[in-house]
């Protein structure tokens, strides 16, 4: 019994284990079934542009490998051409990641697609997964300002205060203006102590027909600024803005430009528009005049003046219109002025019938005063460059403003090299004229608004400035005036940098003491 049981369990275990066929035979098996692996896709780099050159090698208007920085990594790519090159046409060399690059909707290849790089380019890389991102290629040409080109013929120079030479003008506008080419011109020297005392010269260019030119109206005469003494290129730029906030008639417009005379580098330049009658200036029509407060010396031998009756200071030069000693215009205008400044002077000065009041624009004379008083422009107090408009029938208006490469403290020869003690309120007729409460507050209430505006003043001296960031270098590689002592500088400092913080810093002290001292009044 026993035995039987023994051989059924070892039946059963041979069974159960598969065992005593090598065939398998009669024995039923499970499939084995293996399940696909679900698929890993591999991740997608974004799109991004890493490298951006501009190679000599492809571009034969280069002598050199041109690199732009993005080491802020804010998607600009910088960078500036270190000479007066076109960059209409140029070849890029760039490193991406992603599937393609363009520019607008054209496909971009490295070292072979060709741009205009005039304004600033936006490259748009993607990815395979449709990703994308935008660069903007910043490329500045030169120093970034308009290029004037002036050619006179047969490269005559331009020698003489007295004697056009002719020519023609073009301007590469860049991103500022807008191109002009071969307008004929012809071309002067011009101004006073800046044509004889200084190597970078100042011109007048008078157009054949009227133009805009760098933006501005529509004329003929326009004047090229050296800004020679003045280093930081800036004071009568920023004199002009004072104006545009003021209650005068009309101020000076003016444009920075690179100025290349006969192919030669010249500087930079302020251009801007010159003090006359006309529609886009003083507007005064066929009847008004322009009047120029100035001494004999700085006459032309052609002017048509007249003395001042009260002061041995200035005379009164008729800049518009072109007149005779003896004609009836002439004693119109000459008559008017007198009766002007023998009422200043008078015993009943301050009569509202028969005193001053009755001959000025007082919001003029106020506005005037204060910018030239608040720059401590040196001329300003009696020597030239001082303008008086008037139409018949109507009151004497002060201004335009003009000539302020001297203020601010860039003088040594006077008083107006520093930031306290009043200076244009000795000029013979303001002397006078503070001698009214009335006119001195409107002068006090009229301060408060030019304070109010001190800020808006400090950082467009600082726009400029960066502005000419490039220019500023250029110009004095040409000239080498930083650093150095140049006529009537009286201090001098090390960098351009340090030339602008001075101007703030002059400027900032001269409005404490300016309200200090007008509150005192």
């Not at 205009?116 to 748009?124: K, L, N, P």
């Not at 805009?212 to 005469?221: I, T």
């Not at 003045?230 to 690179?258: H, V």
Request: glycine content about 6%.
């Amino acid at each position: 019994m026993l035995h039987k049981t023994l051989l059924v369990i070892c039946i059963f275990l041979l069974s159960a284990c598969g065992g005593g066929s090598s065939s398998g035979a009669g024995v039923a098996r499970e499939p084995v079934i293996e399940q696909p692996a679900t698929p890993i896709e591999e991740p997608v780099e974004a799109p991004t542009l890493s490298q951006f050159t501009f190679s000599a090698a492809n571009n034969a208007q280069l002598s050199e490998d041109i690199s732009l920085d993005n080491t802020e990594n804010n998607g600009v790519f910088l960078g500036r051409l270190l000479t007066n090159t076109a960059v209409n046409e140029l070849v890029a060399s760039f490193e991406f990641t992603g599937s393609s690059v363009t520019v607008g909707n054209v496909s971009q290849e490295s070292e072979t697609s060709i741009n205009d790089f005039t304004e600033t380019v936006v490259y748009t890389v993607a990815n395979s997964a449709g990703t994308t991102a935008s660069y903007t290629v910043d490329l500045t040409k030169f120093t970034g300002l308009p290029v004037i080109y002036l050619n006179t013929d047969q490269g005559a120079p331009i020698d003489s205060k007295d004697d056009y030479v002719t020519g023609n003008v073009s301007v590469d506008g860049g991103r500022n203006s807008a191109d002009l080419s071969d307008l004929e011109m012809k071309i002067r020297g011009r101004g006073n102590s800046t044509w004889y005392l200084h190597p970078k010269q100042p011109f007048q260019m008078k157009l054949d027909d009227k133009a805009e030119f760098l933006g501005m109206p529509r004329d003929k005469k326009w004047l090229f600024l050296a800004e020679y003494s003045d280093k930081t290129l800036l004071r009568n730029k920023i004199t002009f803005e004072m104006g545009y906030l003021s209650n005068l008639a009309w101020t000076p417009q003016g444009r920075f430009a690179e100025v290349y005379i006969n192919d030669q580098y010249n500087g930079t330049y302020n251009i801007t528009q010159k003090v006359e009658e006309s529609d886009n200036r003083v507007a005064l029509g066929d009847t008004g005049y322009l009047l120029e407060l100035d001494q004999l010396e700085r006459l032309d031998p052609d002017d048509v003046y007249f003395d001042s009756v009260i002061t041995d200071r200035f005379l009164i030069n008729i800049k518009d219109p072109n007149l005779e000693f003896d004609s009836a215009e002439y004693s119109y205008i000459k008559d008017l002025l007198e009766d002007f400044e023998t009422a200043l002077y008078g015993p009943n000065f301050l009569s509202a019938t028969v005193g001053y009041a009755q001959y000025i624009d007082m919001d003029s004379f106020v506005d005037w005063y204060l910018i030239n008083e608040i720059t401590k422009n040196t001329d300003s107090q009696s020597w030239s460059s001082m303008f008086v408009n008037v139409m018949p029938g109507e009151r004497i208006n002060m201004g335009p403003l003009w000539d302020f490469d001297l203020s601010f403290g860039n003088v040594d020869y006077s008083p107006a090299e520093y930031t306290d003690g009043f200076w244009v309120k000795f000029h013979p007729w303001y002397e006078r004229l503070f001698q009214d409460p009335v006119f001195v507050e409107k002068v006090k209430a009229r301060f408060l608004y030019f304070k109010q505006n001190q800020d808006f003043i400090l950082n467009k001296i600082d726009d400029y400035a960066q502005q000419l960031q490039w220019a500023q270098q250029e110009n004095d590689s040409k000239w080498q005036t930083i650093g150095l002592t140049v006529w009537p500088n009286p201090i001098v400092f090390d960098t351009y940098q340090e030339e602008v913080d001075h101007l703030k810093a002059w400027y900032n002290d001269r409005m404490v003491w300016l309200e200090i001292a007008f509150s005192e009044l």
